[in-house]
């Protein structure tokens, strides 16, 4: 799936929930620098996103990947919510022997959350993650892989910090020994900018999360501390009183997110590159030459 073609699926998404979510609505433009294999440079691209209470979407793509991704929260009643995910990434992945193939991945995910009292949120959800096999070269595949998440969130709000912490448990369905799942995150807000740390923690693949908002301008950076790579974004943000009025632009101010924006779904759905399975930890499997069996 090229970018061009994944432009009209996002197109449709911003422009069917557009009117879902009007309140501190920005649109996103920003550059991509990725790493995701540990042998291999770095690769350059870019992205554009939206971001409200409501309604989150981005499409960001480099030579080495391209990500459409989308999380709608709907709120049934009040102190309850419920988010929708999806996401699908098209991610080169690397041999041993330096031969490379794109391999597909697809993800979905659900959460419910209540407010507990004015300042304390509590979520429970869950993803499905599902990476299709794809033959690299003459000698080498991807397996094909899937993983589930389930967890449990809470989030309070502390003047201007922001905190929250989960926990969880993945399910692999090639692994014979499933995995426990841990984070915790802070947002801070001072004035008119934002500093941001989410920390997750799957055994091989442990990342650490930072950003920066002020103003107009905006920067994430996301180290995978078990893989050795990175993805980082540095955008620029233009906000709006009505999304559905483009002349109602404005300099975004920093107000304090939901605190049901916080931390665990967005990270599943944005933040976390071949998810629960990173391209490192992707299993390849040596095939003698000629005796190539067909993938499952």
Same mark, same amino acid.
């Given at each position: 799936?090229? #970018? ?6 996002? /197109? ?6 557009? &009117? ?5 609505? $920005? ?6 620098? $990725?790493?995701?294999? $540990? ?6 691209? !870019?992205?554009? /996103?939206?971001?409200?209470? !409501? ?12 990500? @459409? ?9 009040? %102190?309850?919510?419920?988010? &929708? ?15 490379? *193939? ?17 300042? #304390?949120?509590?979520?429970?959800? /869950? ?8 033959? #690299?070269? *003459?000698?080498?595949? @991807? %397996?094909?892989?899937? !993983? ?7 989030? *309070? ?11 969880? =448990? ?13 984070? &915790? ?17 799957? =055994?091989?693949?442990?990342?650490? +999360? ?8 905006? #920067? ?23 999304? $559905?009025?483009? +002349? ?20 599943? @759905? &944005?933040?976390?590159?071949? %998810? ?21």
């Amino acid at each position: 799936m090229k #970018i061009i073609s994944a432009i009209p699926i996002l /197109g449709v998404i911003l422009i069917t929930t557009a &009117f879902a979510s009007q309140r501190d609505t $920005t649109l996103n433009l920003y550059g991509v620098s $990725t790493k995701i294999d $540990t042998s291999h440079n770095g690769s350059l691209g !870019a992205g554009i /996103g939206i971001d409200g209470e !409501a309604l989150k979407a981005r499409l960001e793509s480099t030579s080495d990947f391209t990500n @459409v991704a989308a999380l709608y929260k709907y709120s049934p009643v009040d %102190k309850y919510y419920i988010k &929708f995910g999806a996401s699908y990434i098209n991610q080169k992945v690397y041999a041993p022997d330096g031969t490379n *193939a794109k391999a597909n991945q697809y993800s979905a995910a659900l959460s419910f959350g209540k407010m507990l009292n004015e300042h #304390i949120y509590a979520e429970i959800g /869950g993803s499905k993650t599902k990476l299709l096999g794809k033959s #690299i070269g *003459a000698n080498y595949e @991807v %397996k094909k892989e899937t !993983a589930s998440l389930v967890y449990t969130e809470l989030a *309070a709000r502390v003047g201007d910090l922001d905190l929250s912490v989960n926990g969880g =448990k993945v399910f692999y369905d090639y692994k014979k020994k499933d995995r426990y799942s841990y984070g &915790f995150g802070a947002d801070y807000y001072l004035g008119n900018s934002k500093l941001g740390y989410y920390y997750n923690n799957v =055994k091989d693949n442990i990342t650490s +999360s930072y950003s920066l908002e002020y103003g107009y301008l905006y #920067i994430n950076y996301i180290d995978n501390f078990s893989t050795h790579t990175y993805r980082a974004n540095v955008g620029f943000r233009i906000a709006f009183d009505d999304i $559905t009025n483009l +002349s109602t632009y404005k300099m975004p101010n920093n107000k304090k997110r939901a605190l049901s924006e916080l931390h665990k779904m967005e990270y599943i @759905v &944005f933040d976390s590159s071949i %998810k629960y399975t990173t391209v490192s930890t992707v299993p390849v499997a040596t095939v003698p030459p000629g005796n190539n069996p067909p993938l499952n």
